[in-house]
């Protein structure tokens, strides 16, 4: 089976729904390893709980940003993954991390991409006005919470919304979209093409 290697940050949930979906074949993978730049991320014990190989790269041992990229990617190239899946990882990937996973690193983010990358996505997007918040499903390329969008979910807000309760929501949604997208991956569905995703050798359907 295609090797997953999975980084967090902290609960883990989406990990835990990639790893549901390993296990219950939905997802033609299995995740090899779990890797957190935090030693307290909860998710770390959801995997261990599981013997899924776990490993700690603490960004704070790192004296700049460049020396942890090249640490967190020879621990990842250590694992020997597929594919690296991005499930609540906190922390900006540079270059001497990137450049190794061009076309094979995936990021989930909890907005309507391109609007609102970074933080308190959803308290944005009631303050906006907007009548959907949502979450993509991206490979990775430089920028924070960018590069091409593989699958977008959409969830209507409502009048008396508040940020938690959208949360949520939409971190429903992320458990189903995410291994819908990861299994796209490595069953070939999805070409790359320098970083215009296809499905199937087509172009992906408008979402949003
Ligand atoms: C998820 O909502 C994910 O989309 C978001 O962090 C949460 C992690 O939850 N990621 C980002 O904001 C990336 N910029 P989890 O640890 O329970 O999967």
Not at 2 to 26: F, Q, Y
């Amino acid at each position: 089976l295609p090797r997953l290697t999975v980084l967090i940050s902290g609960r883990g949930s989406n990990m835990e729904a990639l790893l549901s979906a390993c296990n219950s074949g939905a997802l033609s993978a299995e995740i090899g390893c779990v890797i957190s730049n935090r030693a307290d991320a909860g998710g770390l014990k959801t995997a261990r709980d599981h013997d899924i190989e776990t490993a700690v790269v603490p960004h704070t041992e790192f004296p700049t940003r460049d020396d942890f990229d090249r640490a967190l990617a020879a621990r990842v190239l250590q694992s020997d993954p597929e594919l690296v899946v991005l499930a609540g990882f906190m922390r900006i990937l540079g270059v001497s991390f990137l450049d190794h996973f061009d076309g094979r690193l995936m990021n989930i983010h909890p907005s309507l991409l391109p609007k609102y990358p970074g933080l308190n996505t959803h308290q944005r997007a009631i303050d906006n006005g907007d009548r959907h918040g949502g979450a993509t499903v991206h490979y990775t390329t430089g920028e924070l919470d960018g590069g091409p969008p593989i699958i977008q979910a959409r969830e209507p807000i409502g009048p008396d919304d508040n940020a938690d309760a959208l949360a949520a929501r939409v971190l429903r949604l992320e458990h189903s979209i995410y291994p819908l997208a990861v299994q796209w991956h490595v069953t070939g569905r999805l070409d790359y093409n320098g970083g215009e995703p296809l499905l199937d050798g087509e172009p992906l359907p408008e979402t949003g």
